[in-house]
Each structure stands twice: as C-alpha cells, then as structure tokens.
C-alpha cells in the first residue's frame, strides 16, 4: 500500500500501522473461487450456513480477480484452461495468495493425461496445499487459517529484490481412515 512506503521504517508509528494493516488485510480475505469440479461443491459448502466460512471474515466470494487477494483452484486444471488460470492470478494485486484445493488441484489426482496439469504448482506460485479428494470444508477452513497467520505475524517471506515467494504450506489431514478391509461376515450365524 501506498502509506506504508511514506512512513519511516522501524518506527514505532510504523509497527503499529503494520499491526492495524495486516489485522485488517486477515479479517477480510476475499476468496477468487476458480471451481472446476468436484473440490467446488465442498468450496460451496465451506461458505454455506453448516460451516459458514464468514467467521472468519473470507466470505465474500469475488469473481473478478482486482477484488479478490485469495485464489482458490478447486479442482483439476485441463491444459486449455491454464492460460485463463495464469490470467487470473497475474491480474490479481498484491499482496495475493492461493490455495491449491484437493488432490487434482496439487498433482492432478487420479487424472494422469496429457489434458490435465500434474500440479498447478508448475505455473503458478501455491501459498497452501489442502489435501483430500476432496478435502472436508474443514480443511480448507484450515488452509485459509494458515494464511492468516501468516499475516497476522507479518511474516511473508519475501526474495532479495523484495518478491514474495509462496509459502508452500502442506496440511496434514485431520482425520484418520478406518482399517481397510472392514471385517465382513456372510451367511447364517
Ligand atoms: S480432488 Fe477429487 S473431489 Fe477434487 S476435483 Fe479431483 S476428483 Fe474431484
């Protein structure tokens, strides 16, 4: 933001302004839902009243990428979508983040083709990895949470010429699968 360059570094004015800028920036995500499949019926339902992803301030869905500062790429990316993809997220102003949402999203899930983008990590920068086919809204409630974290401690990592580089954070599920095979009995006891 502009204000900030014109105030002086290291200045107690400046660190306060930093802490209401970046409380601010966290409380209000707004989420860019690029939805292709699957994985953006769970988006849907993270924003719906059961989960209600407004407690945490990331409701407000935009569709145009100079209102938005969350990219979320639900689903897998077929080749000849990757350009509007790539569009997208350079349009976007920063600071900006995304989220890879499900395993198509990450390394293109079961679907190994030439159609589809093994990992949109390949061409575009990824902040979070929220795993899963397809994650729980809890999940990506998780991976939305990570980032504000990372803004609320004003920790973005950024390269020598003042870039910010992806943080590259990989949720672990939060759930443990039962056994498999179940034990199944059959015929008269
Ligand atoms: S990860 Fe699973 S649920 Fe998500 S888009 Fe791929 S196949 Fe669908």
């Known amino acids: 933001m502009g204000i900030e360059a014109a105030l002086p570094h290291d200045s107690i004015l400046t660190t306060q302004f930093n802490r209401v800028v970046n409380w601010a920036r966290r409380s209000s995500v707004w989420p860019l839902p690029f939805a292709t499949?699957?994985?953006?019926?769970?988006?849907m339902a993270t924003a719906c009243s059961r989960f209600d992803l407004s407690r945490f301030?990331?409701?407000?869905?935009?569709?145009?990428p100079r209102q938005a500062d969350l990219l979320i790429v639900a689903g897998r990316v077929g080749i000849k979508s990757l350009p509007v993809l790539q569009r997208i997220y350079m349009q976007m102003a920063e600071p900006k983040w995304v989220i890879s949402m499900g395993a198509c999203a990450s390394t293109g899930g079961?679907?190994?083709?030439?159609?589809?983008?093994?990992?949109v990590d390949?061409?575009?920068?990824?902040?979070?990895?929220?795993?899963?086919c397809p994650p729980r809204p809890e999940m990506l409630i998780e991976g939305i949470m990570a980032i504000q974290r990372i803004i609320d401690e004003d920790n973005i990592p950024k390269d020598p010429d003042g870039m910010r580089?992806?943080?590259?954070i990989a949720l672990q599920p939060n759930y443990e699968p039962s056994a498999q095979p179940m034990d199944i009995s059959v015929g008269a006891t």
């Open 37 to 43: 499949a699957c994985c953006g019926i769970e988006l």
């Open 122 to 132: 390949q061409f575009i920068p990824v902040d979070v990895y929220v795993p899963g």
């Open 110 to 119: 079961v679907f190994d083709t030439y159609a589809v983008v093994q990992g």
């Open 165 to 168: 580089l992806p943080l590259n």
């Open 57 to 64: 301030g990331a409701e407000v869905m935009r569709f145009s």
